[in-house]
């Protein structure tokens, strides 16, 4: 299995850097294979990539949610630490628990977009103690945690045909997907429409910092044009309909089909007198 998802990831990424930029494949050939290479020394040897499966599981196992991601410097919590500066977060645990906390304890299969280095990861694998956990990241060599329950995988949300090709690489159907990845208007409309599709029935997706755009204006080049992911979610529950640039008519009936309910919260965490947290909890039928 780790042969196949090697392969997987090498192979996107250089369809991804042959598909943006042709006269930097032939480097990248070699490149990205000693980066790999170098991964798995790293990974295997290096007493700075933390093995969850070897921590005493008793300093970890029923603390609170929001312990965990302050625990693991998670910006998930509600404070994290830059340059041992600390910084108040989108304080995001409240409604994870809120939503998560009558399935914690079964075996699920949970995939997080934008993993990054992982912390976020590393606080899902104590606080879902039965779970399989994938961690797709556009640099998968970031990550700076490793599990016999934790997969890292290649993905660049901005690429249709690379969320393709990892939905169909993820082979099982998932429980819970989560978007903290790049957080442009585009990228999470797109994959949204692909990896809704892939969850199970009752599952959930959940979209982070869904109305950036306020503050980060470079999350919104259509300038106003286009249509927000919080405003097609309203528009569903609203049963108004809506057009997107980035979703064609199957997949927009697709949504409006299997839609159970939407929950749209609001975190912490403020960015020039704006509220930067909305989270968005999206429930399959």
């Not at 998930?76 to 500066?85: A, P, R």
């Not at 879902?128 to 016999?148: D, E, H, T, V, W």
């Not at 982070?208 to 919104?220: A, G, P, R, S, W």
């Given at each position: 299995m780790q042969i196949k998802n090697f392969w997987y990831s090498y192979k996107n990424i250089l369809n991804n850097t042959l598909q943006k930029n042709i006269f930097k494949f032939s480097t990248r050939i070699l490149g990205i294979l000693y980066k790999f290479l170098i991964r798995y020394f790293r990974h295997n040897f290096s007493p700075k990539v933390i093995n969850l499966d070897k921590l005493e599981k008793k300093n970890f196992e029923n603390l609170d949610l929001n312990i965990l991601f302050n625990k693991f410097n998670c910006d998930?919590?509600?404070?994290?630490?830059?340059?041992?500066?600390k910084i108040?977060?989108?304080?995001?645990?409240?409604?994870?628990?809120?939503?998560?906390?009558?399935?914690?304890?079964?075996?699920?299969?949970?995939?997080?977009?934008?993993?990054?280095?992982?912390?976020?990861?590393?606080?899902?694998?104590?606080?879902?103690?039965?779970?399989?956990?994938?961690?797709?990241?556009?640099?998968?060599?970031?990550?700076?945690?490793?599990?016999?329950?934790?997969?890292?995988?290649?993905?660049?949300?901005s690429s249709e045909r690379v969320l393709n090709n990892l939905s169909k690489h993820i082979e099982k159907e998932l429980d819970i997907v989560i978007d903290d990845a790049s957080h442009n208007l585009r990228d999470i409309i797109i994959s949204f429409t692909v990896f809704f599709?892939?969850?199970?029935?009752?599952?959930?997706?959940?979209?982070?910092?869904?109305?950036?755009?306020?503050?980060?204006?470079?999350?919104?080049p259509y300038n106003g044009t286009e249509i927000t992911p919080k405003e097609i979610l309203i528009k569903i529950q609203k049963k108004e309909n809506f057009n997107s640039s980035f979703i064609n008519d199957v997949d927009k009936k697709y949504l409006i089909d299997n839609i159970a309910n939407i929950k749209i919260e609001k975190g912490s965490m403020v960015v020039n007198d704006i509220n930067i947290s909305e989270i968005a909890f999206i429930f399959k039928k």
């Open positions: 998930k919590g509600t404070f994290f630490y830059i340059d041992n500066q108040i977060s989108h304080n995001y645990s409240v409604f994870y628990k809120k939503y998560f906390s009558f399935i914690k304890e079964n075996k699920l299969d949970i995939l997080e977009l934008g993993s990054h280095e992982g912390k976020g990861l590393a606080a899902f694998y104590f606080y879902f103690p039965l779970s399989n956990l994938i961690g797709a990241n556009i640099n998968p060599f970031q990550m700076k945690y490793k599990s016999r329950r934790i997969k890292e995988l290649f993905v660049d949300v599709r892939k969850l199970k029935k009752g599952g959930i997706f959940v979209i982070e910092d869904i109305n950036q755009f306020k503050v980060f204006k470079e999350l919104d």
